[in-house]
């Protein structure tokens, strides 16, 4: 890791004592603190949370105020991700064989054995000579309607096996962390002294500052032609024209860092909050700090708790889910790890500094 030089720090202090006593911004209660490095202060601060034309869900736009933090400059690293689990022997539970009692007994034992979803879209042609087959006409493209006909379930995926296992995690140590379901990225966080972020703290983060932007660098998608965050170019999920430069996950800090020095705070990976989702949570949610529902509804999958993903991924795009918008949300079970999903951590200001 870079150190920063004598002068460069008291510079950095210099600037931070004028814009508090100027702005009345609130400053990191632990600014020497050597855990908080790799970490970037968020000063306290109101704006406005949600959307006014996306998503229901994301509905309706409100004031919200939050106290400062201190939050990860990047997503967590395969190669930091590796450290905690050398240090601990944690096992993530897509390494774990599933527990028969925590499935239907339609599923075959067969299936449940350790696993994880990948990212597995079919040709067109593949789907079209089905079609054929069954005596249907042909498709111009894939429906997006059905999100199962490009994803799978691989037995043998996990983080160290990404894409299933025959893969591995060869020079992908700056790569973040994928596979990682909400439940392992809590484990981290806690061995890490840390916590993962309210969905309000990472919309926050992720402005940058750039309030009611519709995006986290500002106002235009490919500004001077240059793409800004690892997203997908071309028709999803078959054609991946590769313009920003990645088909899949990109080395974390790519990209631009947003007006809080933040990197991949849009596309790359889908990150997991602490919050429990429920899709009318911003019609009663607090203006101060809100910490989230205490429980978990989603009516597409009734019985089905889940927690808050922000952030969007590689695979998003202005036509499929346009999850890199900074009021973008996405839901998922706290036990399921995907491809194209990953976490960073926060530290409140008052958090104690030892592990």
Known sequence: MRMISFMQRRIFWFFGMVFALLGGLSLPAAANDSTTNGMAWIPAGTFWMGSTHGRTDEQPAHQVTLDGFWMDKTPVSNEEFARFVKATGYITVAERKPDPKDFPTTVPSEMLVPGAVVFSPPSLKEVNDGRSAAGLSPLAEIPLDNAAAWWKYIPGANW?????????????????????????????????????????????????????QPFVWGAEMVPHGKWMANIWQGRFPTENKKSDGFAGTSPVASFPPNGYGLYDMAGNVWEWC??????????????????????????????????????????????????????????????????????????????????
């Open 160 to 212: 160290r096996h990404p894409q299933g296992p025959s893969s591995d995690l060869k020079g992908l140590a700056k790569h973040p962390v994928v596979q990682v379901c909400w439940d392992d990225a809590t484990a981290y966080a806690k061995w890490a002294g840390k916590r993962l972020p309210t969905e309000a703290e990472f919309e926050y983060a992720a402005r940058g500052g750039l309030d009611r």
């Open 274 to 355: 602490a919050d429990w989702y429920r899709p009318d949570y911003y019609e009663h949610s607090p203006g101060k700090s809100p910490p989230g529902p205490k429980d978990s509804f989603d009516p597409d999958e009734p019985g089905l708790a889940k927690r808050v993903l922000r952030g969007g991924s590689f695979l998003c795009n202005d036509v499929y889910c346009s999850g890199y918008r900074p009021d973008a949300r996405m839901k998922s079970s706290p036990d399921t790890a995907l491809s194209h999903t990953g976490f960073r951590c926060v530290r409140s200001s008052t958090a104690a500094t030892s592990r």
